[in-house]
């Protein structure tokens, strides 16, 4: 599946953002998705997944209680709320797709397909 990311800006600490990753193909009950993100130098860090089936969602404990990880299915599309952001949430996101029944939803090596990403940057 071919994955597509938008929605990132420049913004201030404080303020909210939404990223949107829209899919090529259905991705109902086939896929889990999550967010990652990554800056210059260090490895990709797992943001939130939201499973195939359910709407369980995982998340970061670094953006519990800020961020929310949400899919429609109808439209083939993921979406991240960014709520109170902090400079320390600058990165490039990415959008990922892996099979219904990964084992693990917090390793970039459970997810086989990857949007090219979108930068958020916060300043302060």
């Known amino acids: 599946v071919q994955l597509v990311e938008t929605g990132g800006e420049l913004v201030q600490a404080g303020d909210s953002l939404r990223l949107t990753c829209a899919a090529s193909?259905?991705?109902?009950?086939?896929?889990?998705m999550a967010w990652f993100r990554q800056v210059p130098g260090k490895e990709r860090e797992f943001v939130a997944a939201i499973s195939a089936v359910g709407g369980r969602t995982y998340y970061a404990d670094s953006v519990k209680g800020r961020f929310a990880i949400s899919r429609d299915n109808a439209k083939n599309t993921v979406y991240l709320q960014m709520d109170t952001l902090k400079p320390e949430d600058t990165a490039v996101y990415s959008c990922a797709a892996g099979p219904y029944d990964v084992t693990s939803y917090f390793t970039p090596f459970s997810y086989n397909d990857w949007g090219q990403g979108t930068q958020v940057t916060v300043s302060s």
């Open positions: 193909e259905r991705i109902d009950s086939r896929y889990v």
